[in-house]
């Protein structure tokens, strides 16, 4: 069994991180009856007896005594690390695995990358060797953080560079928050497309979400509670909505529900590897079936279901609403609809009471209404894993290599436009050692670059699907 | 004479613990429908070819267990375990921690050369259990990437170390409609290596045992553990054993004992070309056909059907061409039961038809990145197309 490692930067990093960490606690004490350390544990904590000073506490086996998780916390402001280590997670951090500042990015990408990056280069370089030293066998870095602001966007991508240096053989799996249209930080549009770049060139795999989805996920949640249509039917506090500290009252800080959100992406992503399955998928697996190329990594994701359901043998019908809901557009993670743009590849990832048959007859079912790419008109990965997530029955999730994501990307380049054409907040960067108007021009290329793939791929839509001719050989 | 298994990946250890446990629990079937000796001679004789004796008395299972990664195995053998009736050996696992992610490249270029010598090793012991050795079943799977392509590193392997030996390599044909997106690149190349090295290719394809779980078996909810047993049934009344041609007494020696390969004599071969796909196939061409038959009546079994001369290509005699084997005994509680294994033009649109997207997707140049980062060229892949061309043409001309 493999290990991963977390890094979270900035605020969005470590605000999500949080939510991520308690899920996967709650989950694994759901499942681990008897208090035994075991190796899907393992793979995001370590077990360690707190009484041992130094490094000598790991233990590898056995009854669990503290565990720690694989983390690493980065942000340029103390406030919300501090708020986690005085919170209820405190204990699963450790205070070694931190680095923060006390001033901030502002907003900006080159402080973070240029400034705080050269500044701390050799602090995170020494955690995430510890970090990498702790684990059996390391196989993903997992970075979460946002693309808008100056921390999470500009010190987030240094690391990737880093990472991609000294860990070649560890995978990088970024899960990135975009900015909505309406984010009220002006210089977004700059700190997402330089950090674009670095995402592009270092990145193995991209996981890009998009507030103002899980905004719009939230409110049907919500609104299908309240609305009490379903009854007795629904249980109001789910995984997926609900957080540490029961008794806390729901939405008490405004991004925990969203958050929440990307926190079960991530432990639904990694559940096949940690548990066990009748067809298992590996985080390796991932990258090898839905990356056809090296620069077409980005993936959209949805999750179905978003309630819990009071019965438990659930009637076929409802399992098949799973699979649809999964590639209908209110339930993508980004502004997208898969369904009527073109697919690269596909995979769903089951947990729970599923068997082959059943995801057969639903790739069979919506297979007609779904466009794949001529060399990949069955690209179909599934996984089965017998884990249900905690308080569900079964659950899916969907990752997608569309070209849907094409109109993010080109908003994006559209609202950077607007901004770099005036050279409106420009001399806020440009007076950032190493900042020059041609990382400007670069990162623009870069991402101008990546939509025009995506386009080339969009033209073959409509083309007939012509077999390319065979080699004739002779007997 | 005893066979020794090599459960490769998570599909190959999954199929194999059922086999396992399907001949087993037909051995020791109390229901034979002949006489006590008769059944122990049975007995006798599947478990020297399947189990070896343990101090404890509880057989063991003549397997190796190899996998990339833990989860599968650690469930295999505790599922053995637990059974109480039989196991696997104590030290016939061989497990890594991280994988091979769908890649035949990773399976066959880093993992084989990396964990040679392991397991080779834990093969060379199992072989010294056995008194006689009739040869190698290695089970795999053709769309992942340790079944796919580690096990085409073995079995070249155990071409080398063990050439007068057997090799049989049952292989798992994936479902059409992805289980993986990257299989087609995958089969192709297990089957171009096993072409290479293996002397006969057994397959089971997922979606032809799926449709006997769902029309013949009317499962409703059909689970990989369904189409496992429904496989291990299959394998069981094949390679259980049946009487020798010499006498209706004893058992034949060796299960792997027809000659699989047959080769076609060189002068009437034609010289060129592709034949064409689009004409209707109308009669399944066989080249060898081997029917089982255990059970109730199996000596007044009328066979005539088998030995038609239009079932078989031009330049063989159905006399040299078709097979029978018998026993009394009857398989797992079936009252009469038979089985055939057909060389012949059945897996000729399957393979052609993946041979087809694999070349669709390489002429893009899709997921090569992901190979050639491990080793692989594209040279591998073209002699890959060319060698299974030259398999669909030959097959095609029958």
Same mark, same amino acid.
């Given at each position: 069994?493999?290990?991963?490692?977390?890094?979270?930067?900035?605020?969005?990093?470590?605000?999500? %991180?949080?939510?991520?960490?308690?899920l996967?606690?709650r989950?694994?004490?759901?499942?681990?009856?008897?208090?035994?350390?075991?190796?899907?544990?393992s793979?995001?904590?370590?077990n360690?007896?707190?009484?041992v000073?130094g490094?000598?506490?790991?233990?590898?086996?056995?009854?669990?005594?503290?565990?720690k998780a694989?983390a690493?916390?980065?942000?340029?402001?103390e406030?919300?690390?501090?708020?986690?280590?005085?919170?209820?997670?405190?204990?699963? =951090?450790?205070?070694?695995?931190?680095?923060?500042?006390?001033?901030?990015?502002g907003?900006?990408?080159?402080?973070?990358h240029?400034?705080?990056?050269?500044?701390?280069?050799?602090?995170?370089? !020494?955690?995430l060797?510890?970090?990498?030293?702790?684990?059996?066998?390391?196989?993903?870095?997992?970075?979460?953080?946002?693309?808008?602001?100056?921390?999470?966007?500009?010190?987030?991508?240094?690391?990737l560079?880093?990472?991609?240096?000294? =860990?070649?053989?560890?995978?990088?799996?970024?899960?990135?928050?975009?900015?909505?249209?309406?984010?009220?930080?002006?210089?977004?549009?700059?700190?997402?497309?330089?950090?674009?770049?670095?995402? #592009? !060139?270092?990145?193995?795999?991209?996981?890009?979400?998009?507030?103002?989805?899980?905004?719009?996920?939230?409110?049907?949640?919500?609104?299908m509670?309240?609305?009490?249509k379903?009854?007795?039917?629904?249980?109001?506090?789910?995984?997926?909505?609900?957080?540490?500290?029961?008794?806390?009252?729901?939405?008490?800080?405004?991004?925990?529900?969203?958050?929440?959100?990307?926190?079960?992406?991530?432990?639904?992503?990694?559940?096949?590897?940690?548990?066990? %399955?009748?067809?298992?998928?590996d985080?390796?697996?991932?990258?090898?079936?839905?990356?056809?190329?090296?620069?077409?990594?980005?993936?959209?994701?949805?999750?179905?279901?978003?309630?819990?359901?009071?019965?438990?043998?659930?009637?076929?019908?409802?399992?098949?609403?799973?699979?649809?809901?999964?590639?209908?557009?209110?339930?993508?993670?980004?502004?997208?609809?898969?369904?009527?743009?073109?697919?690269?590849?596909?995979a769903?990832?089951?947990?729970?009471?599923?068997?082959?048959?059943?995801?057969?007859?639903?790739?069979?079912?919506?297979?007609?209404?779904? &466009?794949?790419?001529? $060399? #990949?008109?069955?690209? $179909?990965?599934?996984?089965?894993?017998?884990?249900?997530?905690?308080?569900?029955?079964?659950?899916l999730l969907?990752?997608? #290599?569309?070209?849907?994501?094409?109109?993010?990307?080109? !908003?994006?380049?559209?609202?950077?436009m607007?901004?770099?054409?005036k050279?409106?907040?420009?001399?806020?960067?440009?007076?950032?050692?190493?900042?020059?108007?041609?990382?400007?021009?670069?990162?623009?290329?870069?991402l101008?670059?990546?939509?025009?793939?995506?386009?080339?791929?969009?033209?073959t839509?409509?083309?007939?699907?012509e077999?390319?001719?065979?080699?004739?050989?002779?007997? | 004479?005893?066979?020794?298994?090599?459960?490769?990946?998570?599909?190959?250890? &999954?199929?194999?613990?059922?086999?396992?446990d399907?001949?087993?629990?037909?051995?020791?079937?109390? &229901?034979?429908?002949?006489s006590?000796?008769?059944?122990?001679?049975?007995?006798?004789?599947?478990?020297?070819?399947?189990f070896?004796?343990?101090?404890?008395?509880?057989?063991?299972?003549?397997?190796?267990?190899?996998?990339?990664?833990?989860?599968?195995?650690?469930?295999?053998?505790?599922?053995?375990?637990?059974?109480?009736?039989?196991k696997?050996?104590?030290?016939?696992?061989?497990?890594?921690?991280?994988?091979?992610?769908?890649?035949?490249?990773?399976?066959?270029?880093?993992?084989?050369?990396?964990?040679?010598?392991?397991?080779?090793?834990?093969?060379?012991?199992?072989?010294?259990?056995?008194?006689?050795?009739s040869?190698?079943?290695?089970?795999?799977?053709?769309?992942?990437?340790?079944?796919s392509?580690?096990? /085409? =590193?073995?079995?070249?392997?155990?071409?080398?170390?063990?050439?007068?030996?057997?090799?049989m390599?049952?292989?798992?044909?994936?479902?059409?409609?992805?289980?993986?997106?990257?299989?087609?690149?995958?089969?192709?190349?297990?089957?171009?290596?096993?072409?290479?090295?293996?002397d006969?290719?057994?397959?089971?394809?997922?979606?032809?045992?799926?449709?006997i779980?769902?029309?013949?078996?009317?499962?409703?909810?059909?689970?990989?553990?369904?189409?496992n047993?429904?496989?291990?049934?299959?394998?069981?009344?094949?390679?259980?054993?049946?009487?020798?041609?010499?006498?209706?007494?004893?058992?034949?020696?060796?299960?792997?004992?027809?000659? $699989?390969?047959?080769?076609?004599?060189?002068?009437?071969?034609?010289?060129?070309?592709? /034949?064409?796909?689009?004409?209707?196939?109308?009669?399944?061409?066989?080249?060898?056909?081997?029917?089982?038959?255990?059970?109730?009546?199996?000596?007044?079994?009328?066979?005539?059907?088998?030995?038609?001369?239009?079932?078989y290509?031009? $330049?063989?005699?159905?006399?040299?061409?078709?097979?029978?084997?018998?026993?009394q005994?009857?398989?797992?509680?079936?009252e009469?039961?038979?089985?055939?294994?057909?060389?012949?033009?059945?897996?000729?649109?399957?393979?052609?038809?993946?041979?087809?997207?694999?070349?669709?997707?390489?002429?893009?140049?899709?997921?090569?990145?992901?190979?050639t980062?491990?080793?692989?060229?594209?040279?591998?892949?073209?002699?890959?197309?060319?060698?299974?061309?030259?398999v669909?043409?030959?097959?095609?001309?029958l």
């Amino acid at each position: 069994m493999t290990q991963s490692v977390v890094v979270q930067v900035g605020q969005c990093g470590n605000q999500i %991180g949080c939510c991520f960490w308690d899920l996967a606690l709650r989950e694994h004490a759901a499942v681990n009856q008897k208090g035994i350390y075991d190796e899907a544990l393992s793979s995001f904590f370590r077990n360690v007896d707190t009484r041992v000073v130094g490094d000598g506490g790991s233990i590898s086996k056995g009854k669990i005594c503290t565990l720690k998780a694989r983390a690493v916390l980065i942000d340029m402001e103390e406030g919300v690390v501090n708020e986690i280590l005085q919170g209820p997670l405190r204990d699963v =951090f450790d205070s070694k695995q931190l680095i923060t500042d006390i001033s901030g990015s502002g907003n900006n990408w080159a402080v973070g990358h240029k400034v705080f990056g050269s500044l701390y280069q050799e602090k995170i370089l !020494e955690k995430l060797r510890k970090s990498a030293e702790h684990c059996d066998c390391l196989q993903c870095f997992f970075i979460i953080h946002s693309m808008g602001g100056g921390t999470g966007s500009g010190l987030g991508t240094f690391l990737l560079k880093m990472l991609e240096d000294e =860990f070649p053989e560890v995978y990088r799996f970024v899960t990135s928050v975009y900015p909505s249209g309406e984010d009220d930080v002006i210089t977004s549009p700059y700190n997402s497309i330089l950090a674009m770049k670095e995402l #592009n !060139e270092h990145a193995d795999c991209v996981l890009p979400i998009d507030n103002q989805s899980l905004f719009d996920i939230i409110s049907k949640i919500d609104l299908m509670v309240n609305s009490g249509k379903l009854g007795t039917t629904i249980k109001p506090k789910s995984l997926i909505t609900s957080s540490a500290g029961a008794v806390k009252k729901r939405h008490q800080k405004p991004f925990d529900a969203m958050n929440n959100i990307v926190a079960n992406l991530l432990l639904n992503l990694t559940s096949s590897a940690r548990f066990e %399955g009748s067809l298992n998928m590996d985080l390796n697996e991932i990258s090898m079936n839905l990356v056809p190329f090296p620069q077409l990594h980005y993936l959209v994701s949805s999750l179905t279901p978003l309630y819990t359901l009071a019965d438990v043998n659930i009637p076929t019908r409802r399992l098949d609403q799973m699979f649809s809901d999964a590639f209908s557009k209110d339930h993508q993670l980004i502004r997208a609809d898969p369904k009527h743009s073109l697919y690269l590849a596909c995979a769903l990832m089951v947990r729970g009471n599923v068997q082959v048959s059943d995801l057969r007859r639903n790739i069979e079912r919506l297979k007609p209404s779904l &466009q794949f790419v001529s $060399w #990949n008109q069955e690209g $179909w990965k599934t996984s089965l894993c017998s884990v249900p997530p905690v308080g569900h029955s079964h659950s899916l999730l969907a990752l997608a #290599n569309n070209t849907c994501v094409k109109p993010t990307f080109m !908003e994006l380049r559209e609202r950077f436009m607007r901004l770099y054409k005036k050279k409106a907040h420009l001399h806020h960067y440009l007076q950032i050692e190493g900042m020059e108007e041609s990382c400007f021009m670069e990162a623009l290329s870069s991402l101008s670059g990546l939509i025009e793939e995506y386009n080339q791929l969009d033209a073959t839509k409509s083309m007939p699907v012509e077999d390319f001719p065979r080699l004739s050989v002779a007997m | 004479m005893s066979v020794v298994t090599v459960q490769l990946g998570q599909c190959g250890n &999954q199929i194999g613990f059922e086999v396992f446990d399907a001949l087993y629990t037909d051995s020791h079937c109390p &229901q034979g429908l002949c006489s006590k000796r008769e059944n122990e001679a049975y007995q006798a004789s599947c478990k020297e070819r399947f189990f070896s004796e343990e101090e404890n008395g509880v057989p063991s299972a003549r397997a190796i267990l190899v996998d990339m990664e833990p989860k599968v195995t650690n469930q295999t053998l505790s599922k053995a375990a637990q059974s109480g009736r039989w196991k696997y050996g104590q030290h016939s696992c061989f497990c890594q921690k991280q994988g091979s992610g769908n890649n035949w490249a990773y399976g066959y270029s880093v993992h084989g050369p990396r964990h040679e010598e392991s397991i080779m090793n834990l093969i060379q012991k199992e072989v010294e259990k056995c008194d006689s050795l009739s040869g190698f079943f290695i089970i795999m799977s053709m769309a992942g990437g340790t079944g796919s392509g580690l096990g /085409a =590193f073995v079995t070249q392997n155990l071409q080398d170390q063990y050439s007068n030996s057997l090799k049989m390599n049952h292989i798992i044909w994936p479902y059409e409609t992805g289980e993986v997106i990257v299989q087609n690149y995958n089969s192709i190349l297990t089957l171009s290596h096993l072409y290479r090295s293996s002397d006969a290719l057994l397959v089971h394809e997922n979606d032809a045992v799926h449709k006997i779980c769902a029309k013949l078996m009317n499962i409703k909810q059909i689970s990989f553990s369904d189409i496992n047993q429904v496989l291990a049934h299959q394998l069981g009344s094949v390679f259980q054993p049946t009487y020798s041609v010499e006498g209706s007494c004893h058992y034949r020696r060796n299960p792997l004992g027809i000659d $699989w390969q047959v080769r076609p004599p060189l002068s009437r071969l034609p010289t060129l070309g592709k /034949a064409s796909l689009n004409r209707e196939l109308q009669f399944n061409t066989s080249i060898a056909n081997l029917v089982i038959l255990r059970g109730k009546d199996v000596h007044s079994a009328d066979l005539g059907g088998f030995k038609d001369p239009a079932l078989y290509t031009s $330049w063989l005699k159905p006399i040299n061409a078709f097979n029978v084997w018998k026993t009394q005994r009857a398989f797992s509680k079936y009252e009469k039961s038979a089985a055939l294994v057909s060389n012949s033009q059945f897996l000729l649109k399957p393979l052609d038809t993946i041979v087809g997207k694999a070349w669709n997707m390489f002429a893009s140049k899709a997921y090569i990145h992901q190979y050639t980062k491990f080793g692989l060229e594209e040279e591998d892949f073209l002699d890959s197309f060319t060698l299974l061309e030259q398999v669909v043409a030959s097959y095609c001309n029958l």
